[in-house]
């Protein structure tokens, strides 16, 4: 009998330490998540439309991950204070303060704004950020907060219950107990759970913690659920709030023009024209983000750098592409982060001073380039060698339409784990095969994309190349020669294939190398000058363009190269088909720029143009650049670009507050 009964004893002993205690406290507290969330469809169902049982369970996997990290965020310290190993936290005190800890932030930072959210998602279909902490700084907040509160009483209702469950699921009245009485044992004990407490909230509050994972960002519930609509119903808070705090951007940019005087300096919506310079028709697509393909590693790029110098390049095989495609000799990148990279490349949408991808109003409704060719029967997808939701990448691929995601996962679901480079993912030149052999089993037309990982620190490339792969005069070189090898390797393999011939690939860096080597390329703007041209096999595409291009103009060109006939909303422009529009490049540093064939010219963030300074050997000047001018210059081409990229910055802080980037009916 005894023995039966301190069995039954143990677990009420262990859900009375100060383990069990918390374990059971952060329980109730992702119950209540749950039922805000709940609460959040079942007000917004109209929003949101039904869900069907398959989106069930990854709706719910998103969900406790990003309630993992509103956890974190809102009782981190809850957490840590829980298991200090100090006999202090037995005081009554102490533990008074941890009661209302728990209670008071939960039902504020938890419960209310969760179901506030409940109400403000009708207005403006995103979830509660760090911007309307701004909005909430105005006289009459508290009276709209009254007004709300009165219109949705039952919400207050449900904010009252959750908040008493909370205050009940503490069990105040329980005492706890450890079971590591005293001595060195409850020190070292509680010493080792506190830090096994702060590397698991670490993780929590990233979304992992291998070298692949960054910080877990809104756009990552896109993972989860192609609809950007259901993917706030993922999303929790504090997480949002925290998440966007120091990354808020309100549209702060000043109304130069009005809304009838903007469109007619910059539009992004385009209109396609009755007929194109080439019409390539309904071709598969591949598109290659290369990782720092700086445009100086080209000796057919930048023939000059490595004029007086034994090793001359180190893309030999993309330079021969080059060669028989259409090259971009001055394509510049329109970010200096890999994220950036992705909206501009796939979307046309650039990143001015907050990356795109990191604001709540990146999950606006869109229609980039992979949803518009899906909607003309194209199967998308996705590649990256880096885990299945690592880097923000898969996560913006879904919600610009992509369909399917492949990653390292499913690259060692087939070819096992010995291709893994211990860093980032798999090595590129296996990963690139594994690339093809995907693409020959996936229907006809198709769109893909593969985001490379090698050429990257810290710049190893695999065992069995080390001593044959140039070592070049910076330590990435010899990562760039791996990666144009394996590119030479997968046009080796699959080009004779009939999927091959039919496809127009596009080679384009993310951003510059951070080992530089060439003097220009240290300061602006040849540190954004990248590698980007096009290929098809068939050399149905040849030639060179000499004047500037950037990422954003790889979007509208590709439309216009595949016979598009849908007007479409793009920052950047068709090459071969839209001469009316700038040829420029623009970017933001500290301040916003735009590289025109004749100079720079810079705005400060209140739309003042700051100057503009000539190119060294400015390109004779076209209808969409103006002549060499000073900062004072009044000339007409000079003004005219000055108001086209104002509007051009307008338009982008506008279509941000609307959260739309559409083509506006």
């Not at 069995?7 to 918390?22: C, D, I, Q, V, Y």
């Not at 005087?261 to 310079?277: N, Y």
């Not at 500037?548 to 090459?575: C, H, I, K, S, W």
């Not at 060294?616 to 000339?635: F, L, Q």
Request: charged letters at 20%; proline letters at 6%.
């Amino acid at each position: 009998m005894e023995r039966t009964s301190r069995k039954t004893a143990l677990p009420s002993r262990l859900l009375r330490t100060p383990l069990g205690m918390l374990v059971w406290r952060l329980v109730v507290l992702y119950a209540v998540l749950m039922l805000c969330r709940l609460t959040f469809y079942l007000y917004n169902i109209a929003q949101l439309g039904p869900l069907s049982f398959g989106e069930i369970g990854p709706l719910l996997a998103g969900a406790l991950k990003f309630d993992t990290v509103s956890v974190v965020y809102a009782d981190g310290l809850f957490i840590l204070l829980s298991l200090l190993p100090l006999h202090l936290r037995e005081r009554r005190w102490y533990r008074g303060l941890l009661y209302g800890y728990y209670v008071v932030v939960n039902s504020l930072l938890v419960v209310a704004t969760n179901l506030a959210d409940t109400v403000y998602f009708r207005y403006t279909q995103k979830r509660f950020t760090a911007d309307e902490i701004f909005f909430a700084d105005n006289d009459n907040s508290l009276q709209l907060v009254g007004k709300f509160m009165a219109e949705n009483w039952y919400l207050v209702v449900v904010w009252a219950a959750l908040t008493a469950l909370l205050t009940w699921a503490y069990r105040r009245r329980v005492r706890e107990e450890s079971l590591l009485r005293g001595g060195w044992p409850y020190y070292v004990g509680g010493t080792l759970l506190l830090s096994l407490a702060a590397g698991l909230s670490i993780a929590g509050a990233r979304g992992g913690m291998t070298r692949m994972t960054r910080p877990i960002t809104l756009s990552n519930a896109t993972l989860y659920t192609s609809d950007s609509g259901k993917a706030n119903l993922i999303l929790s808070n504090p997480f949002c709030i925290l998440r966007t705090a120091g990354n808020s951007e309100n549209g702060n940019f000043p109304r130069i023009f009005t809304e009838e005087e903007l469109p007619q300096h910059f539009t992004p919506e385009h209109q396609p024209a009755d007929s194109t310079s080439l019409n390539l028709g309904p071709r598969n697509i591949v598109i290659f983000i290369m990782e720092s393909m700086s445009a100086e590693h080209s000796a057919h790029l930048c023939p000059e750098v490595y004029a007086d110098l034994p090793q001359k390049g180190f893309t030999p095989f993309l330079d021969s592409l080059m060669r028989e495609g259409l090259t971009f000799r001055r394509m510049y990148a329109n970010g200096s982060r890999s994220i950036q990279a992705m909206p501009s490349v796939l979307g046309s949408i650039p990143s001015f001073r907050t990356p795109f991808v990191l604001m709540p109003q990146s999950l606006g409704r869109s229609r980039q380039l992979p949803a518009m060719l899906a909607d003309r029967g194209y199967t998308t997808a996705f590649f990256c060698g880096s885990e299945h939701g690592s880097m923000g990448f898969g996560a913006y691929a879904r919600s610009a339409g992509v369909e399917r995601l492949v990653s390292r996962e499913d690259y060692e679901a087939r070819h096992g784990t010995g291709d893994f480079d211990g860093y980032w993912g798999i090595w590129d030149e296996p990963f690139l095969q594994f690339m093809g052999e995907e693409l020959a089993a996936m229907p006809e037309p198709f769109f893909a994309s593969l985001f490379t990982l090698s050429s990257h620190h810290p710049f190893v490339v695999p065992e069995q190349y080390a001593a044959t792969l140039p070592d070049g005069y910076t330590k990435i070189h010899k990562g760039v020669a791996y990666d144009d090898q394996a590119f030479r390797r997968f046009f080796e393999r699959f080009g004779g294939e009939g999927w091959f011939r039919h496809t127009i690939f596009v080679f384009v860096a993310d951003h510059v190398s951070s080992e530089k080597f060439a003097e220009k390329t240290r300061s602006y703007p040849g540190n954004m000058h990248i590698l980007g041209f096009m290929y098809t096999p068939d050399g149905a595409l040849r030639g060179e363009v000499t004047e500037v291009t950037q990422q954003l103009d790889l979007m509208p060109t590709l439309l216009g190269l595949t016979g598009n006939r849908e007007p479409y909303f793009a920052f950047g422009r068709d090459v071969l088909n839209e001469p009316q529009r700038p040829r420029w490049s623009v970017s933001y540093d500290g301040q916003f720029r735009a590289l025109t064939d004749d100079g720079i010219l810079t705005l400060d963030d209140a739309g003042n143009p700051l100057g503009f300074t000539p190119a060294v050997s400015a390109t004779p000047a076209t209808s969409a650049g103006p002549a060499p001018a000073g900062p004072g210059d009044s000339a007409p081409a000079a003004d005219s670009l000055v108001r086209r990229f104002q509007a051009l910055v307008q338009q982008y802080y506008g279509r941000i507050a609307q959260k739309n980037y559409t083509v506006h009916d």
